[in-house]
């Protein structure tokens, strides 16, 4: 996997989480940061850094990224989310624009 | 209160958050993030809990730090309890209470001193009453207050005049006198003031011109026929009024942009619009009035909607919307004299029209390809009329030929009526080729298990209404709906057998069934989702169609008894047990009929 290609997440604890381009680009807010004009540290070095987002939930969002290109590829799995995630999970979802 | 637009993520998020009670208690308790959450999204909980009927009044507590806003419509089950609750919740800005049936004056308690409340929905909460009002009033921050048809009397009304911050007021219904009208002459900053079926007369009317500001005024079913000139009104309700004068002024004309008049007499119809400016106008509703001449449309340039059903409207005046024709959008004709030759005139000159009704007129065959050449047509309704879905060409008497197969050109056709018509199994075929076709309403003694044959290839068909056919039980088995199909009303198919429509049902588990054989819990709960929007409802109320009182429900409730039962089954029905049994009860049958009319 060549490096352009991917991205590195980093959660709040800084657990790393090094993931295809494609997949991040799921998340609209990722995709503007990798992507917008200027440098970016985000866009130069393909590292993003979430304060807000600890590593349980930060896996998930991983998670999700590689189920929905499968699922917009005509893969229909279900996606299960367990309860006691939704809560933090949905707020870093609606951060992420995902 | 429309709700922002989730994400995927957040969407199924709050779905496995209200999957069971079990769920819940998984993350009930995560106290801190809850306070956390955006009240946007901690709203959508709240009403996704809700709707799944796991929402409880000790878990509203956890929502206490982030609500802003929060629509119990209709839910029968709060009360004090819920209400105590509510009244800690920090941040609330808006609470909707609308026909919550266990709210009365003590429940309401829970609302004094709260700080950030500026909206209040109590319409139709028929316990509350003036004590009600004094618990409100302590509540300053008050912008907009629905308290139409509660137990609230003019005393109570009067009492308002210290919310100074109010801008909208629903007063609809409560019997509101000239006197407390006068009394509320302190609440400059109205704009808008619901005063339908209110004790109001031309006396009151004077007072009106002191709210300066006032935009939206509805005095439908009232005692006044001079109303003054109210310089910045835009939207005005005199539905079922006497109308002598109104807004008469020389320079300062009113901005309308709406206007309703339904069921309006007019002492002195030649002036009826002589003071109106009507250039913006971008509705009009004279349905049922008593109007004869239509000559004042042709100044409405920019009239999008107008609904002249049940008027004089006839064939030699629809040369007058023809000169409006190329911005509207909306065009109720039924009920009117209007006939085939009438539709004649109209084609080519409506290039935007939407929606077209032509129920209960006398049109047939031949204003189908008049309507198909309305390019832009996405509802047509032509429930009872004289179409038969096929024409004989004159002299050859033994071909017929297909009328309905116009209806293909329109390429947006969404929304189909044909209740009530002549139009037989074979003359359907056409319409299976309409693509964009979403909803079909059939309703004839003459359709068989063919007809569900024909539709079952309609691509984004999602509602059917094949009422009152003689469809059989081997018919709808054999029927392979489309994928898209959603709900299918078979009510009145008297031969389909409580067995058919349960195998139906479990061979496609995502079409909703109506039948007089499906038990009438499940409709109960449909009728709860389907509610219509708050915007709806108050345009609703706020046309003042609905006659105060029960007299709608009424009416509804009469029809269908005498359509459905035989005089046996009435006498026998005189003493209905308390517990709704009958499918034809009258209490499930009108949010259907109110949200079919709506759509």
Same mark, same amino acid.
């Given at each position: 996997?060549?490096?352009?290609?991917?991205?590195?997440?980093?959660?709040a604890?800084?657990?790393?989480?090094?993931?295809?381009?494609?997949?991040?680009?799921?998340?609209?807010?990722?995709?503007?940061?990798?992507t917008s004009?200027?440098?970016?540290?985000?866009?130069?070095?393909?590292?993003v850094?979430?304060?807000?987002?600890?590593?349980?939930?930060?896996?998930k969002?991983?998670?999700?990224?590689y189920?929905?290109?499968?699922y917009?590829?005509?893969k229909?799995?279900?996606?299960?989310?367990?309860?006691e995630?939704?809560?933090?999970?949905?707020?870093?979802?609606?951060?992420?624009?995902t | 209160?429309?709700?922002?637009?989730e994400?995927?993520?957040?969407?199924?998020?709050?779905?496995?958050?209200?999957?069971s009670?079990?769920?819940?208690?998984?993350?009930?308790?995560?106290?801190?993030?809850l306070?956390?959450?955006?009240?946007?999204?901690? #709203?959508?909980?709240?009403?996704?809990l809700?709707?799944?009927?796991?929402?409880?009044?000790?878990?509203?507590?956890?929502?206490?730090?982030?609500?802003?806003?929060?629509?119990?419509r209709?839910?029968?089950?709060?009360?004090?309890?819920?209400?105590?609750?509510?009244?800690?919740f920090?941040y609330?800005r808006?609470?909707?209470?609308?026909?919550c049936?266990?709210?009365?004056?003590?429940?309401l308690?829970?609302?004094?001193?709260?700080?950030?409340?500026?909206?209040?929905?109590?319409s139709?909460?028929?316990?509350?009453?003036?004590?009600?009002?004094?618990?409100?009033?302590?509540?300053?921050?008050?912008?907009?207050?629905?308290i139409?048809?509660?137990?609230?009397?003019?005393?109570?009304?009067?009492?308002?005049?210290?919310?100074?911050?109010?801008?909208?007021?629903?007063?609809g219904?409560?019997?509101?006198?000239?006197?407390?009208?006068?009394?509320?002459q302190?609440l400059?900053?109205l704009?808008?003031?619901?005063?339908?079926g209110?004790?109001?007369?031309?006396?009151?009317?004077?007072?009106?011109q002191?709210?300066?500001?006032?935009?939206?005024?509805?005095?439908a079913?009232?005692?006044?026929?001079?109303l003054?000139?109210?310089s910045?009104?835009?939207?005005?309700?005199?539905?079922?009024?006497?109308?002598?004068?109104?807004?008469? *002024?020389?320079?300062?004309?009113?901005?309308?942009?709406?206007?309703?008049?339904?069921?309006?007499?007019?002492?002195?119809?030649?002036?009826a619009?002589?003071?109106?400016?009507? +250039?913006f106008?971008?509705?009009?509703?004279v349905?049922?009035?008593?109007?004869? #001449?239509?000559?004042?449309?042709?100044?409405?340039?920019?009239?999008?909607?107008? *609904?002249?059903?049940?008027?004089m409207?006839?064939?030699?005046?629809?040369e007058?919307i023809?000169?409006i024709?190329?911005?509207?959008?909306?065009?109720?004709?039924?009920?009117t004299?209007?006939?085939?030759?009438?539709i004649a005139?109209?084609?080519?000159h409506?290039?935007?029209?939407?929606?077209?009704?032509?129920?209960?007129?006398s049109?047939? *065959?031949?204003a189908?390809?008049?309507?198909?050449?309305?390019?832009?047509?996405?509802?047509?309704?032509?429930?009872?009329?004289?179409?038969k879905?096929?024409?004989h060409?004159?002299?050859?008497?033994?071909?017929?030929?297909?009328?309905?197969?116009?209806?293909?050109?329109?390429?947006?056709?969404?929304?189909?009526?044909?209740?009530?018509?002549?139009?037989? *199994?074979?003359?359907?075929?056409?319409?299976s080729?309409?693509k964009?076709?979403?909803?079909?309403?059939?309703?004839?003694?003459?359709?068989?298990?063919?007809?569900?044959?024909h539709?079952?290839?309609?691509?984004k068909l999602?509602?059917?209404?094949?009422?009152?056919?003689?469809l059989?039980?081997?018919?709808?088995?054999?029927?392979?709906?489309?994928?898209?199909?959603?709900?299918?009303?078979?009510m009145?198919?008297?031969?389909?057998?409580?067995?058919?429509i349960?195998?139906?049902? +479990?061979?496609?588990?995502?079409?909703?069934?109506?039948?007089?054989?499906? #038990?009438?819990l499940?409709?109960?709960q449909?009728?709860?989702?389907?509610?219509?929007s708050p915007?709806?409802l108050?345009?609703?109320?706020?046309?003042?169609?609905?006659k105060?009182?029960?007299?709608?429900?009424?009416?509804?409730?009469?029809?269908? #008894?005498?359509?459905?039962?035989?005089?046996?089954?009435?006498?026998?029905l005189?003493?209905?047990?308390?517990?709704?049994?009958?499918?034809?009860?009258?209490?499930?049958?009108?949010?259907?009929?109110?949200s079919?009319?709506?759509?």
């Amino acid at each position: 996997m060549k490096k352009e290609d991917t991205v590195k997440l980093i959660s709040a604890e800084g657990m790393e989480f090094v993931i295809d381009k494609e997949a991040a680009m799921v998340s609209q807010t990722i995709r503007n940061m990798l992507t917008s004009p200027g440098s970016f540290a985000e866009t130069e070095h393909g590292e993003v850094t979430f304060p807000e987002i600890s590593a349980v939930i930060l896996e998930k969002i991983c998670q999700y990224f590689y189920w929905s290109l499968q699922y917009s590829r005509g893969k229909e799995t279900e996606f299960y989310i367990e309860p006691e995630l939704t809560l933090e999970l949905m707020m870093a979802a609606n951060y992420l624009h995902t | 209160m429309e709700m922002e637009k989730e994400s995927e993520l957040v969407r199924r998020c709050i779905e496995a958050a209200c999957r069971s009670r079990e769920s819940v208690e998984k993350w009930r308790r995560q106290r801190r993030t809850l306070e956390r959450l955006p009240s946007h999204l901690s #709203q959508s909980l709240l009403q996704n809990l809700l709707r799944s009927r796991i929402l409880f009044p000790s878990l509203l507590e956890v929502f206490k730090y982030s609500v802003e806003e929060i629509d119990l419509r209709g839910e029968n089950c709060v009360d004090a309890e819920w209400m105590a609750y509510l009244g800690a919740f920090r941040y609330l800005r808006s609470l909707n209470l609308a026909d919550c049936h266990r709210i009365n004056n003590s429940a309401l308690w829970s609302l004094v001193g709260m700080t950030s409340l500026k909206e209040v929905d109590l319409s139709r909460c028929m316990k509350v009453t003036d004590a009600s009002i004094r618990h409100l009033l302590s509540i300053s921050t008050l912008e907009k207050l629905w308290i139409s048809e509660t137990g609230i009397t003019a005393n109570g009304v009067a009492l308002l005049s210290s919310l100074k911050n109010l801008s909208v007021l629903d007063l609809g219904g409560l019997p509101v006198t000239d006197t407390v009208l006068n009394s509320l002459q302190a609440l400059t900053k109205l704009q808008h003031l619901d005063l339908w079926g209110s004790k109001i007369s031309n006396k009151g009317a004077l007072v009106l011109q002191r709210f300066s500001k006032l935009s939206f005024l509805n005095i439908a079913w009232t005692n006044v026929t001079i109303l003054p000139n109210l310089s910045s009104l835009e939207c005005l309700n005199m539905s079922n009024c006497t109308i002598d004068s109104i807004l008469e *002024d020389d320079d300062d004309k009113a901005p309308l942009v709406k206007l309703i008049f339904a069921g309006a007499t007019f002492m002195n119809e030649a002036e009826a619009f002589l003071y109106i400016e009507t +250039r913006f106008l971008s509705l009009l509703d004279v349905s049922n009035s008593s109007l004869n #001449q239509f000559c004042f449309l042709p100044d409405m340039k920019m009239l999008e909607h107008l *609904d002249l059903s049940s008027s004089m409207m006839g064939d030699d005046s629809v040369e007058l919307i023809v000169c409006i024709g190329a911005s509207l959008k909306i065009l109720n004709l039924s009920g009117t004299k209007v006939s085939s030759a009438g539709i004649a005139i109209l084609a080519g000159h409506v290039p935007k029209l939407e929606f077209l009704s032509l129920s209960h007129t006398s049109i047939d *065959d031949v204003a189908l390809s008049y309507v198909s050449s309305m390019p832009s047509l996405k509802v047509i309704d032509l429930s009872n009329t004289d179409i038969k879905g096929y024409i004989h060409q004159p002299g050859t008497e033994l071909h017929k030929d297909s009328t309905l197969a116009a209806l293909q050109n329109l390429r947006y056709l969404e929304n189909l009526n044909l209740e009530h018509t002549q139009v037989r *199994d074979p003359d359907l075929y056409p319409l299976s080729s309409c693509k964009e076709l979403g909803h079909l309403s059939l309703k004839c003694a003459s359709l068989t298990d063919a007809t569900l044959h024909h539709l079952s290839s309609l691509p984004k068909l999602t509602n059917l209404r094949v009422c009152e056919a003689v469809l059989t039980n081997s018919g709808l088995d054999t029927f392979s709906p489309p994928t898209t199909l959603r709900m299918l009303d078979l009510m009145g198919c008297w031969l389909l057998t409580e067995d058919a429509i349960s195998t139906f049902t +479990r061979k496609h588990p995502q079409i909703e069934i109506r039948h007089e054989v499906v #038990q009438i819990l499940s409709t109960e709960q449909q009728n709860i989702s389907n509610r219509a929007s708050p915007s709806q409802l108050r345009l609703k109320t706020s046309r003042g169609n609905n006659k105060p009182g029960k007299v709608p429900i009424s009416q509804f409730f009469v029809v269908d #008894q005498r359509l459905k039962y035989s005089r046996e089954e009435l006498l026998s029905l005189q003493f209905p047990p308390l517990t709704l049994q009958s499918p034809h009860d009258s209490g499930i049958e009108i949010p259907k009929l109110q949200s079919d009319r709506l759509n």
